[in-house]
């Protein structure tokens, strides 16, 4: 199956301060999503993005299907930005593989 | 618009008790339904998944079970629960490869 891998594993920023997330995966996809899980569990889609670049707000989103990576941004970091960030992958109309994620802390 | 609900929120059983766990998508029709796990750690596992009402596919053998005996009801069950069943359950929704995953509030179950 497909494999996904996400780094860093674990960031610690400064409040204000930019991060760029990762994800690699090992095959084609036409699904990826980009998602969020707040210190309570809920899990919030930030991007459906398979391909190309999205923005919203602060946060904006690459993909380069060609390559098998794509790229989460972060701008201008905020406390409330913390939590646990996953990419999840599908190709055809297989579920979504999720990967191990990038624990974000940003402290004031 | 489309909610999702999933039911109880924390739930403490005991070694080999029964297990049975809903989730309810509103607004919608014909949803593809999902049930992961996360365990200990972040990783997200899926277990079943089903596209249609009586369709399931199990993506890891093991004493849970899945049903979805209404459209937009997708219901998970065990007959006894081990010790490794503890974790959060997270139910989720979509409407087809096409269209990104909305997820449930979770239930964190915790097997004693």
């Known amino acids: 199956g497909i494999q996904v891998e996400q780094s860093p594993p674990d960031l610690i920023l400064q409040e204000g301060a930019n991060s760029t997330l990762r994800c690699n995966f090992s095959?084609?996809?036409?699904?990826l999503q980009w998602f969020h899980q707040n210190p309570w569990g809920q899990l919030i889609n930030l991007f459906y993005?398979?391909?190309g670049t999205k923005q919203n707000g602060r946060l904006s989103a690459t993909t380069v299907a060609t390559e098998r990576y794509s790229l989460l941004y972060i701008s201008s970091s905020q406390t409330t930005d913390s939590g646990v960030y996953f990419c999840?992958?599908?190709?055809?109309?297989?579920?979504?593989?999720f990967g191990k994620g990038t624990r974000l802390s940003v402290i004031a | 618009s489309q909610t999702i609900h999933q039911w109880p929120a924390t739930l403490v059983q005991p070694v080999g008790s029964p297990l049975s766990l809903e989730c309810t998508v509103e607004?919608?029709?014909?949803?593809?339904l999902y049930w992961y796990r996360q365990a200990a750690g972040r990783g997200l596992q899926l277990l079943f998944y089903?596209?249609?009402?009586?369709?399931i596919s199990s993506e890891v053998p093991q004493n849970l079970s899945a049903s979805r005996p209404q459209d937009r009801q997708f219901i998970l069950s065990s007959k006894k629960l081990l010790l490794s069943d503890s974790g959060f359950y997270l139910c989720?929704?979509?409407?087809?490869?096409?269209?990104?995953?909305?997820f449930g509030s979770g239930t964190r179950l915790t097997v004693v």
């Open positions: 989720a929704w979509n409407l087809g490869s096409a269209y990104g995953y909305t």
């Open positions: 095959d084609s996809v036409n699904n």
């Open positions: 607004g919608t029709s014909n949803p593809n």
């Open positions: 999840a992958v599908g190709s055809g109309n297989t579920p979504l593989v």
């Open positions: 089903s596209v249609g009402i009586g369709q």
């Open positions: 993005i398979p391909s």
